[in-house]
């Protein structure tokens, strides 16, 4: 029972003292800015993001995922890494730079949902035209169209209107018409 608590104490301590010697790590010598490091993250969470069917479509395009941000910000994965364990144990530097990664990225979100807006309504406002275009001109039968009071496009044409009023004549024939005089 003493040996058992006299082990785990003694692991304790070594473990306590192991974790109290860390070294910080020095500076790299060719360090990424915060600025440009924000640009470089911003850059592969979107990478990240990306789902297998606009993977395909930018592999097609000769995008290499693997290697994109690195060629873009001209760096390489061992400059991104050392300069990313500087900025990690510099945790308020670090915290920056993830704020400034989180707004840039909400903004750009808000920035595509209104350029999506806006063409939904382009889309909705080219169809309603192209509708407006098809029900107000005459075809080779001048048909005439028309708006009821109800707001319901309707059609009349002159084939329409004379099968109409000989029907009206057929059922005026067959109906007399009453009148107050009594024709005795």
């Known amino acids: 029972m003493i040996l058992k608590r006299l082990t785990i104490y003694l692991s304790i301590i070594l473990l306590a ?17 915060k600025e440009k490091m924000v640009d470089i993250l911003i850059d592969a969470k979107i990478i990240a993001s990306a789902n297998s069917v606009n993977r395909k479509i930018m592999e097609d395009h000769g995008v290499k995922l693997n290697t994109y941000v690195y060629t873009k910000h001209n ?7 050392l300069s990313n364990e500087y900025y990690a144990f510099h945790i308020k530097d670090y915290e920056a730079i993830y704020i400034k990664v989180k707004d840039s990225l909400e903004l750009l979100k808000v920035k595509f949902e209104e350029e999506e807006e806006k063409e939904r309504i382009e889309e909705e406002k080219r169809i309603t035209d192209s509708l407006k275009l098809l029900f107000t001109e005459k075809d080779s039968l001048s048909l005439i169209k028309i708006k009821d009071s109800l707001k319901v496009l309707t059609v ?15 059922i005026r024939g067959l109906i007399e018409p009453i009148s107050d005089k009594d024709h005795q």
Not at 75 to 81: K, M, R, V
């Open 156 to 170: 009349k044409d002159s084939i329409t209107e004379m099968l109409i009023e000989e029907r009206l004549e057929e």
């Open 75 to 81: 760096i390489d994965s061992l400059q991104f890494a």
């Open 17 to 33: 003292s192991a974790c109290y010697n860390l070294d910080k790590p020095k500076k790299p010598d060719n360090l990424i800015s």
